[in-house]
């Protein structure tokens, strides 16, 4: 969230000017990206908890791969931290790009706060795809995580931008430069088509990387979860030819 005001700053020639609403910078770690993280981090695994002793075997393997930093390197810390810049940096050229020639129906040009609110609105679509691309296994509750975020920040957004009160009171949770707002990118294509050119870019390289790793280098985790994914559609499928 940080590095997209980081470049604006070069194109506000460094005068201190927000990219993102007030508000914007509170409610994004407090409600539209806490959720998702919340669910993978307690409902994400690599295996189930089968009590064999082949799958306790492989758990003590999976649970050494914390206690030992086998996934926690510098090299994968860096590796983050060159995606976060990437990602930062597709997020604002698409939003200033993309939306700098668009022109609202007053004949008005858009202005840096409608571009601000693209660019925040790539920035949760762009968090919520890299949960789910790391995500394991999907199932209701990681569902229910994401929609409830990408649900909320809708909400959240639709309210900000078309409310039309100002001074003293309103002012602490609403502010008059955001009305009107959502109607001028609702009504423009390049917004919409930013909203899938940005995310698919900023984790495109990932997803690549992650799919050529586990196609050409697959570890134990990702092998561990594949069979069991096989072993459960199969009994699935078992027990509708049962059924039959």
Request: glycine fraction near 6%.
């Amino acid at each position: 969230m940080a590095l997209p005001q980081f470049w604006f700053s070069f194109w506000s020639l460094f005068t201190g000017q927000l990219l993102y609403f007030d508000l914007c910078f509170t409610m994004f770690n407090a409600l539209f990206t806490t959720l998702p993280i919340l669910a993978l981090a307690m409902n994400d695994d690599a295996g189930s908890s089968d009590t064999t002793l082949e799958r306790r075997r492989a758990g003590h393997y999976l649970y050494r791969l914390g206690s030992d930093d086998t996934r926690f390197t510098a090299g994968t810390f860096a590796g983050w931290v060159l995606l976060g810049i990437w990602q930062s940096g597709v997020v604002f050229a698409v939003a200033f790009l993309s939306l700098d020639s668009v022109l609202p129906a007053s004949g008005h040009t858009t202005g840096m706060w409608v571009q601000g609110t693209a660019a925040y609105t790539y920035l949760i679509l762009t968090c919520s795809l890299q949960i789910a691309v790391i995500t394991n296994r999907w199932n209701t509750k990681a569902v229910a995580a994401i929609a409830i975020s990408l649900f909320s920040y809708a909400v959240f957004i639709a309210i900000l931008c078309s409310t039309g009160f100002s001074g003293a009171f309103f002012e602490l949770w609403v502010q008059s430069d955001a009305y009107g707002i959502i109607q001028i990118l609702a009504a423009a294509p390049a917004f919409w088509f930013g909203c899938l050119l940005a995310p698919v870019m900023a984790v495109g390289p990932y997803w690549s990387w992650q799919w050529g790793r586990r196609a050409l280098w697959p570890d134990l985790a990702y092998l561990i979860a594949l069979r069991e994914r096989d072993e459960a559609r199969a009994e699935e499928l078992s027990r509708s030819a049962a059924a039959k």
